[in-house]
């Protein structure tokens, strides 16, 4: 039977890659971050910036085109982001699971084990139900990993929870809020929030534009979200200027309206209500669902708004800033990152996608293994945007880091990884693609950042 043969298959796969691959994944593990900053910024996209010089970062990128190359920090083999494109466009992802299953056994050596888990799960879910989509499928094991989730969650937010009564005056009642406004969401309660996140929903729509197969309305969405983020609408006390309601007005192609209108809840519900325009175009249930949520919240309306990782560890830092008890900050933060995420928990994975297209399920399988530009002096230190200071690394680990210095976050993956990556990109220089010279300042500022050597003798 074809189905079974798929399940068999995945399995026999797995197994082997397992057999073959002497590195040992099952240390790897999440950094504990010891910088404040590092949290603060968990809602902003990362890209990756083009230079001038020998190489673009498009080229550099593609070398993975032609061959193999493994991540410098876990050492996995990388995808490139063309192979996902070429997947979403020919319909891979939004199919049958039964196709979708067939197709990424190709692509399962590449795979995180979270990731790898859930690609198990749909395989042997194919078995049954061979013509659901994705998302279908997601919303099919969605019961049972939410009830396994919920317990693993619960201990570690009543443990924070119990953090509000050490805190110093003028903490603890934001403090005690916060717990409860997550005690809610991760309970699916409605409640009604006291302000609307601008950079959470900007954040939320920069992941799901990349499913997004029409790039001039996915460009549009994403260019009206900009405003959201904007710092005027946090600040209470700050007064709208005409400049920016004005900008607004033009971004929504808005003529008919009154001066007393020009409000900050009412340019907010502007460009959500233009988003959601587009996502009716595009027929996209989860962005009008999204939308939604963020008007009712606007309007003060009762909502449910699922459980986030990111949103809490970024309202917890709000709540917290200034605060002059570092230990005790940290020993927050550091309860906040036991909680399990979408990265480390097949049930967090499903139980994030349970609204979303079967696009945004399939792209997000696959995004932690694509390749990305990794500044090994981090480029908030003001490390350049030249080939001397870029390495390869998969998405997850660049996420991951941050801007976390190379030395410490690289200490929890083998120094092979590093000598296997430089090794294949030396191919490179062999084939006269990337001059001898440069190689060695690569070479250079990756000792430097990392503390770690290279064996050099071959080169």
């Given at each position: 039977?074809?189905?079974?043969?798929?399940?068999?298959?995945?399995?026999?796969?797995?197994?082997?890659?397992?057999?073959?691959?002497?590195?040992?994944?099952?240390?790897?593990?999440?950094?504990?971050?010891?910088?404040?900053?590092?949290?603060?910024?968990?809602?902003?996209?990362q890209?990756?910036?083009?230079?001038?010089?020998?190489?673009?970062?498009?080229?550099?990128?593609?070398?993975?085109?032609?061959?193999?190359?493994?991540?410098?920090?876990?050492?996995?083999?990388?995808?490139?982001?063309?192979?996902?494109?070429?997947?979403?466009?020919n319909?891979?992802?939004?199919?049958?699971?039964?196709?979708?299953?067939?197709?990424?056994?190709?692509?399962?050596?590449?795979?995180?084990?979270?990731?790898?888990?859930?690609?198990?799960?749909?395989?042997?879910?194919?078995?049954?139900?061979?013509?659901?989509?994705?998302?279908?499928?997601?919303?099919?094991?969605?019961?049972?990993?939410?009830?396994?989730?919920?317990?693993?969650?619960?201990?570690?937010?009543?443990?924070?929870?119990?953090?509000?009564?050490?805190?110093?005056?003028?903490?603890?009642?934001?403090?005690?809020?916060?717990?409860?406004?997550?005690?809610?969401?991760?309970?699916?309660?409605?409640?009604?929030?006291?302000?609307?996140?601008?950079?959470?929903?900007?954040?939320?729509?920069?992941?799901?534009?990349?499913?997004?197969?029409?790039?001039?309305?996915?460009?549009?969405?994403?260019?009206?979200?900009e405003?959201?983020?904007?710092?005027?609408?946090?600040?209470?006390?700050?007064?709208?200027?005409?400049?920016?309601?004005?900008?607004?007005?033009?971004?929504?192609?808005?003529?008919?309206?009154?001066?007393?209108?020009?409000?900050?809840?009412?340019?907010?519900?502007?460009?959500?209500?233009?988003?959601?325009?587009?996502?009716?175009?595009?027929?996209?249930?989860?962005?009008?669902?999204?939308?939604?949520?963020?008007?009712?919240?606007?309007?003060k309306?009762?909502?449910?708004?699922?459980?986030?990782?990111?949103?809490?560890?970024?309202?917890?830092?709000?709540?917290?800033?200034?605060?002059?008890?570092?230990?005790?900050?940290?020993?927050?933060?550091?309860?906040?990152?036991?909680?399990?995420?979408?990265?480390?928990?097949?049930?967090?994975?499903?139980?994030?996608?349970?609204?979303?297209?079967?696009?945004?399920?399939?792209?997000?399988?696959?995004?932690?293994?694509?390749?990305?530009?990794?500044?090994?002096?981090?480029?908030?230190?003001?490390g350049?945007?030249?080939?001397?200071?870029y390495?390869l690394?998969?998405?997850?680990?660049?996420?991951?880091?941050s801007?976390?210095?190379?030395?410490?976050?690289?200490e929890?993956?083998?120094?092979?990884?590093?000598?296997?990556y430089?090794?294949?990109?030396?191919?490179?220089?062999?084939?006269?693609?990337?001059?001898?010279?440069?190689?060695?300042?690569?070479?250079?500022?990756?000792?430097?950042?990392?503390?770690?050597?290279?064996?050099t003798?071959?080169?």
């Amino acid at each position: 039977m074809k189905i079974l043969g798929i399940t068999t298959n995945f399995l026999k796969a797995n197994n082997q890659i397992e057999k073959n691959n002497q590195r040992d994944y099952s240390s790897y593990r999440l950094p504990v971050r010891h910088l404040r900053q590092l949290d603060t910024d968990v809602f902003q996209k990362q890209s990756d910036i083009s230079f001038s010089g020998i190489l673009g970062g498009g080229e550099f990128k593609n070398i993975l085109n032609n061959r193999t190359i493994h991540c410098i920090y876990c050492g996995r083999p990388m995808l490139s982001n063309k192979v996902a494109a070429k997947l979403k466009n020919n319909g891979v992802f939004s199919g049958p699971i039964q196709n979708f299953a067939q197709e990424m056994l190709n692509y399962l050596q590449y795979l995180h084990p979270t990731e790898k888990e859930t690609l198990k799960k749909i395989t042997i879910m194919a078995f049954d139900a061979p013509n659901i989509r994705l998302s279908e499928a997601i919303k099919r094991l969605y019961p049972e990993a939410n009830a396994e989730l919920l317990k693993e969650q619960k201990p570690i937010l009543k443990e924070l929870a119990a953090f509000g009564d050490r805190l110093p005056y003028g903490y603890k009642t934001k403090y005690k809020k916060l717990m409860q406004v997550y005690k809610n969401r991760l309970e699916e309660k409605e409640y009604i929030p006291e302000e609307f996140s601008g950079k959470e929903f900007a954040y939320k729509l920069s992941r799901i534009s990349e499913t997004i197969k029409d790039e001039n309305l996915a460009n549009r969405i994403l260019k009206l979200t900009e405003p959201l983020t904007h710092p005027i609408f946090k600040k209470s006390d700050e007064p709208l200027t005409d400049k920016f309601a004005t900008r607004i007005l033009a971004l929504t192609e808005t003529r008919d309206f009154k001066k007393s209108e020009l409000t900050k809840p009412y340019l907010q519900k502007l460009l959500i209500k233009q988003i959601n325009l587009y996502a009716e175009i595009l027929n996209r249930k989860d962005i009008m669902k999204l939308c939604q949520t963020a008007i009712d919240t606007i309007d003060k309306k009762p909502v449910k708004i699922k459980f986030s990782n990111k949103a809490l560890r970024y309202d917890l830092n709000e709540v917290l800033e200034g605060m002059p008890n570092e230990t005790l900050y940290e020993s927050i933060m550091n309860t906040a990152r036991r909680l399990p995420t979408s990265q480390t928990s097949v049930n967090a994975f499903i139980t994030k996608h349970e609204n979303s297209a079967s696009d945004a399920i399939g792209y997000d399988i696959l995004r932690p293994s694509i390749v990305t530009i990794e500044h090994m002096h981090p480029k908030s230190q003001n490390g350049s945007n030249s080939l001397a200071n870029y390495a390869l690394s998969c998405g997850r680990d660049n996420n991951n880091r941050s801007s976390e210095p190379m030395n410490l976050f690289i200490e929890q993956f083998s120094q092979r990884n590093q000598q296997q990556y430089f090794d294949e990109i030396y191919q490179e220089v062999i084939k006269n693609r990337i001059p001898k010279d440069v190689f060695f300042k690569m070479l250079k500022t990756f000792t430097k950042e990392s503390g770690r050597s290279i064996d050099t003798s071959k080169y």
